[in-house]
Structures are given as C-alpha cells and as structure tokens.
C-alpha cells in the first residue's frame, strides 16, 4: 500500500522510492561498484520502520521533508559510505502520476565481489587410494621441453635453503627426454653431479645407466632427476625442510612430462614422492600411485655400490615394471 501526503500530491509514495533505490542500484552495478555492505539489523529496522504506514496521532508538520528522509535513509543503507552516489535519490518528473496498478520492480541481484578461488590441494597419492591424475593436459613435446627449461631457470635463482645456495657450485634440475615414459627419480645430487649440473654423472650414475639399459632404453628415452636440485654438504641426507622447499619444483616437472611409470631410487625419493614412512623393504614388489604414475620403489645405485648382493633385488623391480611396460615376456 502506497501513502501520499493530502497537502502535498507531488511527494513521492513509497513505491516511487522502492522504484528509484531499484534504479539507483542497478546504475551502480553498471558503472562497477562491486560490493555493497548489507546492513546490520539496527538498520534493517530503520529501514522497515521508514515504509511503515504513518500513525495518525499528531499531524505532520511537512510531509514532504519526511519523503525526503525517508529518500536518504534508503539510499544510506543501501550504498557503501565510501561508494560515489548522487546527492539526490532517483524520483520520476512531478508532474507524473504513476500508474494506478504500476508493476513491482524487478528484484536487483546483490554485487558481490569476485571470488577468490585457491587451487585445490592434491591428496596425498598412497598405494591404498584409487588412481588420481594429474590436472593438466599433456602437452606437445616441444612445449614440454620448453616448460622445463624455464623451470630450469627458476631453479637455477632458488635461495630457499640458505645453506644448499651458499655451497653450491650450480643446481641439478633433470636431464632426458620430456616425454619419457620412465622417470628415474633420485635423492640428491653428489660432488660430481654439483660440478657438472647433470645428475647421475658418477659412479652411481654409471651404474644407473647400466640398470636402464637393462630394461631395454636409454638415457635418451627416459628423464632423470632428484628430489633436491642442490647439493647438501658433506653428501649429508637431505633435512625436511629442504625436502619441503624442493617438493614444488619436483611435482612440476612430473606435471610437465606426467610419465607412465615413476622409479623411486632410494628411501628419500620413496618418501618424498609418495608421502609415507615404510622401509624401502615393504614398499617393494608392488606398483603404487601417483596422479596415475605407476611407481616403483627400489635401492638407490649407491647403495648398490656398497652392497652389491642387492643387484638381483633391483633387478627383480625392473622386471616388474618391464613385464607390465610389454618389453619383458610374462
């Protein structure tokens, strides 16, 4: 129910103010104001108590002053002290009746503003979960090899452990093929790899060669790389935070190539990769899971070195992988 005041026709009613709040709020949805506060309940009453039918009690001295607050109380609960408005509400010309049954307006949808939206966090891979993938699609080889060279050289500038980037000679981000369909994924690198920046240079790296020509490929077919890109001093173990720091870079390189097949050479690859604590002794004999990656865990080559009797147990790992890979007859 609309009110007008009896000594003044031309004031607006509340309906007329409805409309121009409407109109006042859609023009600024279109010149992008992008949030409006939505008001406290304090204000919600005032504003319910403002469109209340009058109380005939005492006679009003000026209704249209009244409208007019009435006006500016709407347009103060509805826009943002800081928002840029006109002085005035939006009122239709004086000399316009409004209609006798004029249409209620249409509802304004509420401005919010953008959502923020984070990435989802990547469950922990475990051989006890069902596959997960990764999140992005493969791409041509060419801008695979592209991606990982500026991720080289993102690396190549990483101060994250103050320690690693002050007694490095250079880092060891990975060499191979970028879309190999084997990765042979290490712990760290080692004095030789430190000088040369290319992993698996030594003596372990000789024997590695060894192991995947074993399995019928070559360096050249397959990607190698660690799970530190910096040596640690005195070839200590990697610490967990050095771990942590180095994660991003590893996983982005899988996203890059996302490889059929992921061998883990030692505990701390194991580890790193798969997020868990067993021995390399429990993990062994069974593929687990990487956003798809089927993984195997083995000794790293130099341990091989110092106990050669486990030769035959690495050998048994690549077998398994070969049998499932096709190139080895069940």
């Known amino acids: 129910m609309t009110h007008a005041s009896a000594d003044n026709p031309n004031a607006p009613t509340a309906d007329e103010i409805r409309v121009g ?9 279109r010149v992008g104001v992008a949030y409006l506060p939505v008001s406290d309940a304090d204000a919600v009453a ?11 009690t005492e006679p009003v001295a000026s209704t249209a002053a009244t409208s007019g607050s009435l006006a500016e109380e709407a347009s103060a609960a509805a826009v943002a002290p800081s928002a840029v408005v006109p002085q005035e509400p939006v009122r239709p010309p004086s000399d316009a009746a409004p209609p006798p049954s004029a249409p209620a307006p249409p509802p304004v949808a509420p401005i919010r503003p953008p959502e923020i939206r984070q990435p989802a966090a990547k469950p922990a891979p475990s051989s006890d979960q069902g596959p997960t993938v990764y999140t992005t699609v493969p791409q041509p080889i060419a801008d695979r090899q592209a991606s990982l060279e500026h991720w080289r050289q993102q690396v ?15 880092t060891v981000f990975g060499a191979g093929n970028g879309q190999a369909r084997v990765v ?47 040596r640690p001093p005195g070839n200590r173990n990697p610490l967990p935070d050095e771990l942590a720091n180095c994660r991003p870079f590893f996983e982005t390189q899988l996203e890059i190539i996302q490889p059929e097949y992921i061998v883990c050479l030692g505990l701390f690859a194991a580890q790193s990769l798969l997020q868990s604590a067993p ?13 798809g990656s089927k993984v195997v865990v083995t000794y790293h080559p130099s341990y091989l070195l110092r106990n050669a009797k486990m030769k035959g147990a690495v050998w048994q790992d690549m077998q398994m992988m070969m049998r499932d890979m096709g190139t080895l007859a069940p």
């Open 46 to 56: 005032q504003w319910a108590a403002a469109f209340a039918p009058p109380v005939a």
């Open 184 to 230: 042979f994924f290490g712990e760290a690198p080692g004095a030789d790899e430190d000088r040369e920046g290319v992993p698996f240079v030594g003596r372990a790296g000789q024997l590695l060669t060894k192991i995947i020509e074993a399995t019928k490929l070559s360096r050249d077919e397959v990607y190698i790389m660690n799970t530190l890109k910096c």
């Open 21 to 29: 709040v409407g109109q006042l709020l859609q023009h600024l949805q």
């Open 156 to 170: 190549a500038q990483c101060t994250r452990c103050h320690e690693l980037a002050c007694t490095r000679k250079q």
């Open 279 to 291: 021995s390399i002794g429990r993990m062994r004999g069974r593929f687990h899971n990487y956003h």
